[in-house]
């Protein structure tokens, strides 16, 4: 019995650093598919993790980076350990430990982002100026779009000889884009911990472990004041306090908007309404930005009237 378990493990640790290798490689081979599917490189190895324990989660994680760094180029090793393998670690013991959502998915974001931002440092060999590097690749990316806005017939931002959206749109845009990159790093977290709470729903035998119920988000009241001080930081009319303020607005209304959505999905749970209904609101949120803004409002508004308090208790310290 125990040979057999071990032979599971050795041989579920071989697959799942074979789709590691064949998930972050996608990014490199499909454009457009690929991007989304390189994303999810570490989830094999945290399902292994969850299923087999922390040795085999380090021996899938090894084998990818040493594949990668075989076949491919130690950059690129580096790149899986940075920015996937690391918040996979840690995906998987936070996971283990607890069933809350907030701490799980802040804490994944900010690896996310502090990975990527390494492996931008580490393949451009840039280590003295890395915020001027981050300028240069902000700017870099405006550029292609304008191409593409180009290629595709639509005027750049500014118009024929308005300089572009780079003269228009690259100073916000490199003002905000820690911001914003925090931002879409929360959501792919949160993305991370629905996917994988999904599969354990749904086959418990599999996929062990505490089950997080997001739509029980529930940030501490403490953090209002963060966003009232990033608010007033903007409004100070000074371009580098802007920065911190404009940055912090931006990845706390990441926070909130998750509130707003597990509310969403309270009163979906609480009303028994119907799935086709979500699906149509999901679809607004993608297509209205203000509808987004809306969802953030009422997660931030949540802590003065508590849009769940009649259905579970509320957490201690709040009031």
């Known amino acids: ?45 945290v399902l292994l993790g ?25 950059r690129h090793a580096a790149a899986f350990l940075l920015e996937f393998a690391l918040p996979g670690l840690v995906l998987a013991e936070a ?26 440092v580490v393949e451009s060999a840039e280590w003295r100026q890395p915020l001027a590097l981050l300028e240069q690749h902000v700017l870099a990316l405006v550029a292609e779009a304008e191409r593409l806005m180009v290629s595709l017939g639509l005027p750049p931002e500014g118009g024929p000889g308005g300089g572009g ?4 749109l690259g100073p916000f845009l490199v003002m905000a884009f820690p911001g914003i990159f925090f931002a879409g790093n929360v959501l792919t977290a949160w993305g991370y911990v629905l996917l994988i709470g999904g599969l354990g729903r749904r086959w418990p035998g599999l996929v062990p472990g505490p089950r997080p119920e997001w739509w029980r988000w529930e940030l501490p009241e403490a953090l209002v004041w963060v966003f009232i001080a990033a608010g007033a930081l903007y409004l100070t009319g000074w371009p580098r306090l802007q920065a911190v303020g404009l940055n912090g607005l931006i990845a706390l209304l990441s926070l909130y908007f998750l509130q707003g959505l597990g509310i969403a999905a309270f009163v979906f749970k609480r009303y028994q309404l119907p799935r086709t209904l979500g ?24 802590i003065w009237f508590s849009f769940r308090r009649l259905s579970f208790p509320r957490s201690p310290g709040r009031t």
């Open 50 to 74: 969850l299923r087999h324990g922390r040795m085999p989660l380090l021996f899938a994680v090894g084998l990818t980076a040493l594949a990668l760094a075989a076949f491919v180029s130690p």
């Open 279 to 302: 699906a149509l609101s999901v679809v607004l949120l993608l297509f209205q930005p203000l509808l987004a803004l809306v969802v953030a409002g009422v997660g931030l508004f949540d």
């Open 95 to 120: 996971l283990r430990r607890t069933t809350r959502t907030e701490g799980v998915v802040i804490g994944i974001a900010a690896l996310l982002t502090l990975g990527a931002f390494g492996v931008l």
């Open 1 to 45: 019995m125990w040979q057999r378990q071990w032979l599971a493990a050795a041989s579920e640790t071989v697959l799942a650093g074979l789709l590691g290798i064949g998930l972050f490689a996608s990014g490199r081979f499909f454009p457009v598919l690929g991007v989304p599917l390189s994303l999810l490189s570490a989830v094999p190895a």
């Open 165 to 168: 959206a780079r003269t228009a």
